[in-house]
């Protein structure tokens, strides 16, 4: 993840509200050697692919759309699936 600390490498981060909180909507793990996804990222990761499997469901998308959607969630799989596997479930009981 990203951080408004590493300013020198991205000067984007300059402008972020709060220095403590990744930028990641500037986060491209699967091309950036410095990222750091683990165990505690794969919630967020998982929302954004759930969210971008619902968009690609919507009837009225293009083609070019369609084919945005189904690459970036290759891209959020590919960094689901560096992160490993989900931790088991707590069974009540």
């Known amino acids: 993840m990203l951080l408004r600390s590493r300013h020198r490498a991205l000067p984007q981060a300059r402008d972020h509200p709060d220095p403590k909180q ?16 683990t165990a505690r990222h794969r919630p967020a990761w998982e929302r954004a692919a759930d969210d971008a499997r619902a968009l690609l469901r919507e009837r009225r998308l293009s083609d070019l759309q369609r084919h945005a959607l189904a690459t970036e969630i290759n891209r959020l799989t590919t960094v689901i699936d560096a ?11």
């Open 22 to 37: 990744p930028l990641t909507a500037l986060c491209e793990p699967t091309r950036c050697p410095n990222a750091c996804i």
């Open 83 to 93: 992160i490993g596997p989900a931790p088991p479930e707590a069974n009540p009981g």
